[in-house]
């Protein structure tokens, strides 16, 4: 099948060698599992569990609160020792609400509904009130509610459904593990979320580094009859292909417009672990309570593919994966590019967490940063299209209105330009910290025109009490006059 051209882009060293020849292997069940009631982007569950509860593996914890929300599940059968505030696996290692299981080490699952019959012959909705009830998230490390996007097909006229196996960041190596070992499931996930969606076709687009990943699929695809149709599509290795935007337009050559999503040109796109997760929720009906992760980079001694019960402090991991060889330079949730510097080892394993990754110095290639050069380079690769040297200087100066106009709210973060900089400007460092504050304006923006109207609600509110007060006198007096008038 044709594929299409990305703009930009960059080759890093991809370092997938560290662990993808190594076969998934499923991690024992620690002594405590720690599931943060929000782990998803949207509001945080309401907790249905109390302390001293007996829980059965899968059984709901949190039931999702509002439209972007996601539920949460016991990973494995015990008790709720403790709901409490933890830290979470974020940068900013702020604390959030968690229910602390001890696993009893049965496994025992709860009761749970079961397989939903027939699938492709119930209505879409059903599909998706399974999916939202086993609380899947995109595991690509959006974490964006998975119910919510394949309710896209009832706004959007939508077409097609890509299956994100890119898988172009660094070091990461669970999507390639899970088409090479679970194929099958990946295939029927992606069919179920395509007749959710109402969409008759599906890809699942593959780069052209993972040759066994492909012809795995191509075998788990190869027999599927009738609608929605499957096929597999290799695409160029090129970060970062894995971009939503970038995929549909190389699988496609459809162009999303900025800021807007996907749907609006009729593709929707997930994750290889999501279809998977969706797989178990309609044939099993199984909650998501665990995923693959790749825990590499030079400092781990033996780089591995995990299957973690979700709620896993990363320490048991990284202990699974023989330690630390080295100090660690850097620890990083998800991948180089674009993952988050961990707070510790004390927080857990996520939904959305694909990788954890403890990187040397020399791994790191952090030099200090020398004055811009107007090579260029940071320019022609950005994959956005934007002109990273220009954005960067006027932040430097506090011209964010500058940086606004020149684009920086579209730049998606990918890290390319800060790869290619010779003169090692931090400049997607530059970017995250203009976005934050920009959105944190818009956040004080929006507070300052609702205190405005309500202060001219109350204003509104008062003056017409006062006419009314006014009215109601002047109608005393005159009935108050009227006897006198009589009498007169
Ligand atoms: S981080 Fe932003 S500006 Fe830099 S290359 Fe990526 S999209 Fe472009
Ligand atoms: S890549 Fe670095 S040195 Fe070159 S123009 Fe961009 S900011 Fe300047």
Not at 161 to 184: F, H, K, Q, S, V
Not at 212 to 220: D, G, L, Y
Not at 253 to 263: C, F, H, I, N
Not at 294 to 300: F, L, N, R
Request: with cysteine; aromatic share 4%.
């Amino acid at each position: 099948m044709k594929t299409f051209r990305i703009r930009g882009g960059i080759h890093p060293d991809y370092k997938k060698e560290l662990a993808s020849e190594q076969a998934i292997e499923a991690l024992p069940l620690p002594e405590r599992l720690y599931i943060p009631l929000q782990q998803h982007i949207g509001a945080m569950g309401d907790v249905v569990v109390a302390v001293g509860e007996r829980v059965g593996k899968g059984q709901l914890l949190a039931r999702s609160y509002g439209a972007f929300s996601a539920a949460q599940h016991a990973p494995t059968s015990g008790v709720v020792v403790e709901i409490t505030s933890l830290p979470a696996p974020h940068p900013s290692g702020l604390p959030q609400t968690t229910v602390v299981i001890e696993p009893d080490g049965e496994e025992a699952w709860a009761d749970l509904p079961g397989a939903l019959a027939d699938p492709f012959a119930a209505p879409p909705e059903a599909i998706r009130a399974r999916v939202a009830e086993c609380g899947i998230v995109g595991m690509g490390g959006a974490a964006f509610p998975a119910a919510v996007k394949l309710d896209l097909g009832l706004r959007y006229p939508l077409d097609t459904l890509i299956i994100n196996g890119a898988e172009c960041e660094p070091y990461l190596t669970c999507d390639d593990r899970i088409m090479r070992e679970r194929a099958d499931e990946v295939a029927d996930g992606g069919r179920l979320m395509a007749h959710a969606l109402g969409v008759d076709k599906v890809l699942i687009a593959i780069e052209e580094n993972k040759p066994q990943a492909i012809e795995r699929m191509r075998e788990a695809t190869a027999s599927v009859q009738g609608r929605p149709g499957v096929a597999v599509v290799p695409v160029p290795v090129q970060y970062p292909m894995g971009s939503e935007r970038h995929l549909v337009l190389a699988v496609t050559g459809r162009e999303t417009p900025a800021r807007k999503l996907t749907a609006e040109v009729g593709v929707v796109v997930n994750n290889v672990a999501t279809a998977r997760a969706v797989h178990q929720a309609i044939r099993h009906g199984r909650p998501l309570t665990a995923r693959v992760v790749t825990v590499s980079g030079g400092a781990i001694r033996q780089p591995k593919n995990v299957e973690v019960p979700i709620g896993t402090r990363i320490a048991d991991v990284v202990a699974f994966c023989g330690g630390f060889s080295s100090e660690p330079a850097r620890l990083v949730n998800g991948g180089p590019m674009m993952g988050q510097p961990l707070p510790g080892l004390e927080v857990p394993i996520v939904k959305g967490s694909s990788g954890v990754l403890a990187l040397t110095a020399a791994e790191l290639h952090a030099a200090a940063p020398n004055p811009c050069i107007r090579c260029g380079n940071c320019v022609s690769i950005c994959p956005c299209g934007l002109v990273p040297v220009e954005m960067a200087a006027n932040i430097r100066h506090d011209k964010l209105d500058v940086a606004e106009r020149l684009g920086v709210g579209d730049c998606m973060s990918c890290g390319s330009c800060s790869w290619v900089c010779p003169s090692h400007i931090p400049l997607v460092q530059f970017f995250n910290f203009a976005k934050g504050a920009l959105a944190a304006e818009q956040r004080e923006a929006r507070k300052q025109e609702q205190i405005r109207v309500r202060a001219e609600a109350r204003t509104a509110r008062l003056d017409r009490e006062a006419a009314e007060r006014k009215a109601a006198m002047a109608a005393r007096k005159a009935a108050a006059a009227k006897p006198n008038e009589v009498r007169a």
